[in-house]
């Protein structure tokens, strides 16, 4: 479990102990007091400002229905989760300690439960594969330039074959990116589009999927978002802001729809 999941996926139980601690079933660990006063305290607090809320504003009236709540605060498991930024040599670190942490409970479990190693050892050692995610629980991220410069490496220059005999392959995201120059309709977009191609036989005009269950996904959403953008058809107008309008995947889907039919 890492620092900054923490508050994702905590739950709490009261301890069989004669303390009555309460422990996060993720972590293991016994929360503070202070935490376990206003998780112990959370129902009545809320019926106590429910009742003064009533009071005040239906009953006495000296104080505006519209006026603002202000917001209780309370501490729960959440508040003991920190997000911390890792350099390179921390992260390795950290993943070395979790490996070490998970290999220690697998071993466990095996003795007592008579487990083949073998298979044990089948599984990452770690919260997450760390070709997924860093330690810190951040989407890991891949220089795509690095495939690209590999490739150039193992290329050899070749003749230019005959125009009739060439086929373009088009990164469509990035040629919608460069459109500057904006029409007032979709339709006039695509046509602008498809002059851009280049006049060969045979042109490929790739673009991205998107898949909700992405590692893609949750980048984009770490970036953001913009509002969906709902293109009626060929006439529909084109949006000014053209960037923020490409920043929703539901708008690009849709843009691509009508480019392919028109």
């Known amino acids: 479990m890492t620092v900054n999941s923490l508050a994702h996926r905590t739950t709490w139980l009261r301890s069989d102990l004669s303390d009555e601690s309460l422990y996060c079933i993720s972590s293991g660990a016994p929360a503070p007091k202070d935490v376990v006063d206003d998780l112990l305290s959370a129902e009545m607090t809320g019926k106590q400002r429910f009742a003064r809320f009533v009071q005040e504003r239906f009953v006495e009236k000296s104080v505006s229905f519209h006026a603002p709540i202000k917001q209780l605060r309370l501490k729960t498991f959440a508040s003991l989760a920190k997000a911390v930024k890792l350099t390179g040599t921390q992260r390795k670190t950290k993943e070395l300690v979790a490996e070490r942490n998970i290999f220690g409970q697998l071993i466990s479990l095996a003795l007592k439960h008579n487990i083949d190693m ?84 045979r042109v490929d005009f790739v673009t991205d999927t998107y898949q909700d269950l992405s590692i893609k996904a949750s980048e984009r959403l770490r970036r953001g978002t913009s509002k969906t953008y709902i293109i009626k058809g060929p006439l529909t107008k084109v949006p000014r802001d053209w960037k923020l309008f490409l920043s929703n995947n539901s708008n690009k889907t849709q843009l691509i729809r009508l480019l392919m039919s028109e």
């Open 118 to 201: 073998e298979k044990v050892l089948s599984y990452p050692l770690g919260p997450v594969p760390w070709s997924l995610a860093t330690a810190d629980g951040s989407p890991a991220k891949t220089d795509k330039a690095k495939l690209m410069h590999q490739l150039e490496g193992q290329s050899h220059s070749v003749d230019v074959p005959p125009t009739g005999q060439v086929s373009y392959i088009i990164d469509g995201n990035a040629l919608l990116h460069m459109q500057t120059a904006l029409p007032n309709t979709f339709a006039d977009l695509a046509d602008n589009i498809y002059h851009q191609l280049p006049k060969v036989e």
